[in-house]
Each structure stands twice: as C-alpha cells, then as structure tokens.
C-alpha cells in the first residue's frame, strides 16, 4: 500500500514540475515600478482575460539594466522585456525582428525610426517616446524676467541662468547622485557643440568614424560644462542630489531649468501638485536650431529565442492598441509613439505639445547622442565623466573627463568592431 | 569502525556539493572573465591575460576603493565590538527596562540595508533633510554633508555599526551567560576588582565570542554595498566607494565585466587571507574551562 501511494505522489509530483497542464504563460520584464506599474499590470490583466494567457510581470525597478545585464550574460532572458533605449545597440542580437507584426504601419516614423537596425529590421514596437528637452519652472522665469521663447542659442540661455542667478534661485538642477541625469546633460551639451543644427564645430562624421580629436573637441565640450559650474549655474548639491531631489527642486521653484525628458515632469507634480512648468527644446550652440533629443520610453521588444513567440506577439498587439497606449500616455507623460493615438489633457504631453508651436520654425528631433555617435556602453561613461568636471572644473579635472571618455570610446568601439 | 567513518562522510557532502555549485564554480567562472575584455552581457569575449589585473593596480579609484574597504572594515568592526560588548555587559545586569534596550538595540537589524541607507539619506541630504532643518532653528546653516568625501565615509562607519551592533551584542550576551558564576564568587572572596574581574575573567574567556564577532562584523563590514548605494552611490565621485561598490560599478556601469572581476579575485583572496590570519590569532588567544 505504502509503495502504491509513494508511486501516485510520485507521479503526481512529476506532473505538478511539467507545464502539461499550466496554463499558457509569458515572462515580462518592466522598468516600470508604483502607479505606472500599476498601469502596465492593469493592461496584463486585460490581455489574461482577453486571451487566456498569463502574463508573469517582473519589475526591478531602479536595478533594471543591472537585472538585464545579468540576465542576458546567463543566456536567461525574458519572453518580452522593455528595451529602455537599447533596442538596436545592445538588444539587438537577442531580439527577434518585428518587421511582420500588424502594428509596424501605425508606428509614428520618429518612432520607428530609433527602434530600426541600418539593415532596416524592426527590433522594437516603441508604444511611447520620451523626449529629452529642458523643463522650466514658469513662476521662477517670470520672476527672473526671462522669456523662455526668445531662448534659442547657449548663449540666450546662460543670459537666463543669469537673471535666475540673481533672483537667488540655481538655475540649473542636476541630480548627479543618478549616473542617468549627468549622461543626459552631457548628451544635450555634446549635441549643441557638435552635431545638433547650429553646432559650433560639427563633428558628427568624426564622431561615427572614429577620428574624433578628443583633446581638442572634447575639450571644448567640457570646457562649457565646466564654465556653468565655475559661473555658478549648477547646483551645489550636485553630487548627492538624487532624481526625486530634482524632480522636487523644479517643482517647488527652487531653480529654473532641468535638462532631462518629459516624464519628469510627471514625478514633478507627483512631488508638487501644483508644479507650474514648461517644456523647451535643447538650445545650440549658435540657436540656429534647436533640439528636442527622442528616445525609446514603453518599448517592448521578443525574445529571439523563447518558444513562446505567438504569445509575445499576442500582448504586444494588445499592448499597442490605441487605448492601452494612450493609458501609458497618461500615466508616464511619455508621448505616443503611435500616428493613431492622441492623448489630450495630459500636463507634461500639453507642454511639449505648446513647446512644439512655441519653436515651430527652429525645432528638430533628434536620436539621443551617444546612440548615434558614440559606441555602445558610453552612458555610465558619460555621466561619470560630467562628474569628474562638476566636482574639479579646473583644468585638471577637465583633462581628467576628456581622458576617461576618450579612452572608453575607443576601447568601447574597438570591442564593437566598429 | 572504519565503515561507520565512511558512512558519516556522506553526511557533509550535501554541504560540500552546495559550496561547490555556489562558491567554487563561480569563483572559478569570474577568476576565467578576470582574463577576458569582455562588457557583460554581449557575445563576444576577448582574452587578454593579466591586462585587467595590470590595469587595476594603475586604478587610483581602486586604491580608493581598497583603503575606504579597509576604513569600514576596521573602523566598523572596532565600534560593533566596543558598542556591542558595553552593550551586552549593560544587558547582562539586571535593571527595570532591560528587555526594552535589547528589543531598540537589536531593532535597527530588522531593517534593510538598502533601505536603511535611503532612511538616512532622507536624513542627511541637503534640501529638505532632517538635519539640516533641524539645524537650521538653531540657526546654524544647511550644510550638504554627503558631498564631502570625509563625511560620507564617516557617516557609512557610523550607520553601519549602529545598524549592526546589536548583532554583537546578542553574541557577547550569550558568551557572558556561559561564563559560570562560581569564577567571579571565587574572585569576589579574594577581593579582586570589578576591573580585575572583566579583565582576567571575562575577556578571557570570551574570546571564542570575541572570535566569532570579530570575523564576522570584518567580512561584512569588508563586503559593504547596501548602505553605501543607497546613501552616496559611491559618491561624491567615487569617494566612498567600497571594494563591492566599485566592482558593480565597472561590472554594469562602465560596463567592463572583465575588469570587475578581476577586482573581485583581489578581494576574495584580501578577505580569506585576512580571515585566516585572525582565526589563528584567536586560536591560540582561546582558554580552555
């Protein structure tokens, strides 16, 4: 009797490890944490009860990358994951082309265009764009006496950071404890002096070439950089001033400018409520033209290899219906990355869109800077880099910056065989 | 008798074949990637030999790196020991409210790392911290502490220790309460001072405590990471930056896994070398009762 039984739980033991009988099942993973990934788990339930097929959302937060690097150096990735800006460079021999999917024609072409390998495959359904611009604080520049519209070159903005300077306010906020904040300015300062329209030294073909001049161009670059610090337009705190610290510091009006995308000014007004803010593209270096930098916010890509591929390209479709993009919309003030989606009464959506009409005849888009000129890797690079001037604007410590970039970007592009 | 002895063998295998699949095999793969330029998570992995152990001793942020390990682990140990011992000496008596100092000394443990070090970064960050609002009604001006490098050290020591104090205490509790009392009444009849008593009774025979504490508070205190990302993230720059830290750092950041590793090896082999050196300095400090 004793073995009979052994032999039933045994074999039901057997049956309980296989997924003969689990219901079909996807393996998400999301940057997406708190009220957005509320969101985002909203939009799986439907897909569940819709389609029968679980969805298994994973959410490391702030440990994202980290997690994904893990994962992809153990061979160990997701069904779908959020390519987060890497769709291309670093994703794209993991991913499997969408080029067949039904969405693909109702992708915005800005949109399509970050998501899409020189070779023209698709790796990425890019739901929403986060655009990189600077947020104002309205009051404190009405204060201050500036008139964000007349802004268009660095010089028009460093006359702005001027009149803020004297109203007692930092004029520029950088929350440097997060690597991501320093890469992002270091990109918008980069494309000004660079590559942008009306750059000063137009060095885009050098850049992708490799026979970029570090000492005399990068020089320049942190140069400017370091002649904001040494002028007193960042904040002193910059080293330990985290994303929440300077999400709040634009949003309590304790400076007027942030470089960074959209969605901050989502977190914001989730600080400050009643947070009054504006939205502009990045100035150039001679404010012939002006740059709003867009980039990958809810892109999801599949797995090239998961034996769930239907599955996955089941919830993308559901993902990339109107009315789940325009959720996400909402809930991250990223913009649709959609032709067939609009999301009105959205605050951070509503500032770009005003910013838009107020730089019509200016604006362009841009891809962000290191993934057009730089190789893969260079972000942690970057940010670490803007660090090292911030805290030595000296001569020294911008040496020290240039030598760090240089020597990673030619490692970095040598390792890529590019 | 013999067979019995072959028979108990397999009783640690388990044990040996767990410390096999998680400590050798990966210490095994990360001494292989320590050769390799290799980014972490791409295809493509080049062998270089030594280059990245080359390249870390030419590192001024590894040496950075190394003597801020070296401060947290020595400097952390000392104060949990030194707390944890008055602590449970304190403890160890009896008076009204003994069970309450226990229960707010060992509570700090319960709480993450992690979590501790964004509690206190709350606490000490420039706009809008505790301390410097705090500060500020008696009228002494904000101060953005964590941008010094002296103070961002000195404030990872100090939350640290605090956090883990009670570990130590619980410990040297226990030793004190096998020390039997018939030592002290022998001592008390010959007049020996309470002085006299901690120092040739009860030091004495807690070294095996002693022992254990000290190892274990210097390990962790060497393998710091949790209270160090969430206060600093190892700023400002890489000022606090600890071993652990700073492999991260280079492994997912500037994403050179090679060099991390071989980061790691060094501090693998620092810890074990340390390690062994104190055990048999304790060994032969150990009074048999």
């Not at chain 1, 670093?90 to 067949?100: G, H, T, V, W």
């Not at chain 1, 969405?103 to 390998?117: C, E, F, G, K, L």
């Not at chain 1, 947020?135 to 903005?157: K, M």
């Not at chain 2, 009896?94 to 979590?115: D, E, H, Q, S």
Request: charged share 15%; glycine share 8%.
């Amino acid at each position: 009797m004793k073995k009979v039984l052994a032999l039933v739980l045994t074999l039901v033991l057997a049956f309980g490890c296989t997924s003969a009988f689990a219901a079909a099942s996807i393996e998400v993973e999301t940057t997406y944490t708190d009220a957005n990934l509320d969101v985002v788990t909203e939009i799986a339930k439907a897909f569940t009860a819709e389609t029968g097929i679980e969805v298994e959302l994973i959410a490391p937060g702030s440990e994202y990358e980290t997690v994904m690097k893990t994962r992809m150096s153990s061979g160990d990735l997701p069904d779908v994951w959020e390519t987060h800006g890497w769709a291309v460079k670093r994703y794209s021999e993991y991913l499997a082309s969408l080029n067949d999917q039904p969405w693909v024609s109702r992708m915005d072409p800005s949109a399509a265009s970050i998501v899409t390998a020189e070779d023209g495959t698709i790796y990425g359904c890019n739901l929403t764009q986060s655009m990189g611009g600077c947020i104002y604080n309205i009051d404190v520049l009405t204060e201050a006496g500036v008139d964000p519209a007349a802004i268009h070159s660095l010089q028009d903005f460093y006359d702005a950071c001027e009149k803020i300077k004297a109203i007692g306010k930092v004029p520029v906020y950088i929350g440097g404890k997060d690597s991501g904040n320093c890469a992002g300015f270091m990109a918008a300062i980069a494309s000004a002096m660079l590559t942008a329209k009306g750059n000063k030294y137009d060095q885009g073909a050098a850049l992708l070439d490799g026979s970029f001049d570090w000492e005399t161009y990068g020089t320049y670059v942190m140069q400017e950089v370091a002649n904001m610090v040494n002028n007193g337009y960042i904040n002193t705190d910059f080293t330990t001033a985290d994303t929440m610290a300077q999400c709040t510091a634009v949003g309590a009006g304790d400076c007027g400018f942030l470089w960074r995308h959209a969605q901050n000014i989502t977190w914001a007004r989730q600080y400050v409520p009643d947070a009054n803010l504006g939205f502009m593209p990045y100035p150039s270096f001679s404010g012939e033209g002006m740059a709003f930098m867009a980039g990958e916010a809810y892109c999801l890509g599949i797995n090239k290899e998961t034996e769930k591929k239907e599955e996955a390209a089941k919830y993308l479709e559901f993902v990339s219906r109107p009315e789940n993009i325009e959720k996400m919309c909402r809930a991250t003030g990223a913009l649709p990355g959609f032709t067939d989606v609009t999301v009105e009464g959205d605050y951070a959506i509503d500032a770009f869109r005003k910013a838009q009409e107020m730089y019509a005849d200016v604006v362009e888009y841009t891809n962000l800077f290191d993934r057009q000129y730089f190789p893969n890797g260079m972000w942690g690079v970057m940010g670490e880099s803007i660090t090292m001037v911030v805290m030595d604007p000296t001569e020294t410590g911008i040496a020290a910056a240039v030598e760090n970039l240089k020597v990673n970007y030619q490692e970095k592009k040598e390792a890529d065989g590019k | 008798m013999k067979r019995r002895y072959r028979q108990m063998n397999w009783f640690y295998l388990p044990a040996l074949l767990v410390m096999l699949l998680f400590v050798a095999y990966p210490f095994l793969q990360t001494a292989q990637i320590s050769l390799m330029r290799w980014n972490g998570y791409g295809k493509v992995r080049t062998f270089i030999g030594l280059d990245n152990y080359i390249s870390m001793f030419k590192d001024a942020n590894f040496f950075l790196s190394f003597r801020n390990t070296l401060i947290y682990g020595i400097c952390c140990t000392l104060l949990q020991n030194v707390f944890g011992l008055a602590l449970a000496l304190l403890v160890n008596s009896r008076f009204k409210g003994n069970g309450l100092v226990r229960t707010i000394v060992y509570m700090p443990i319960m709480i993450a790392g992690v979590v501790m070090g964004y509690i206190m970064y709350f606490f000490l960050t420039f706009n809008r911290g505790i301390l410097n609002d705090i500060l500020l009604v008696f009228g002494v001006q904000p101060r953005d502490w964590l941008s010094s490098p002296f103070y961002a050290v000195l404030f990872i020591t100090l939350i640290n220790s605090w956090q883990y104090v009670g570990n130590s205490m619980v410990m040297y509790l226990a030793g004190l309460q096998n020390i039997p009392t018939a030592y002290y009444e022998a001592a008390a009849v010959d007049g020996v001072s309470t002085w006299q008593g901690f120092r040739h009774i009860t030091l004495p025979l807690l070294i095996p405590s002693i022992q254990t504490c000290v190892i274990t508070n210097l390990i962790g205190s060497l393998k710091l990471f949790d209270v160090i990302v969430s206060l600093t993230n190892g700023g400002p720059g890489h000022s606090s930056q600890s071993l652990a830290t700073y492999i991260t750092n280079r492994y997912f950041v500037a994403e050179k896994a090679g060099y991390a590793a071989a980061i790691g090896v060094f501090t693998f082999f620092f810890i074990m070398i340390l390690s062994n050196v104190l055990n048999r300095y304790f060994a032969k400090k150990e009074v048999q009762y």
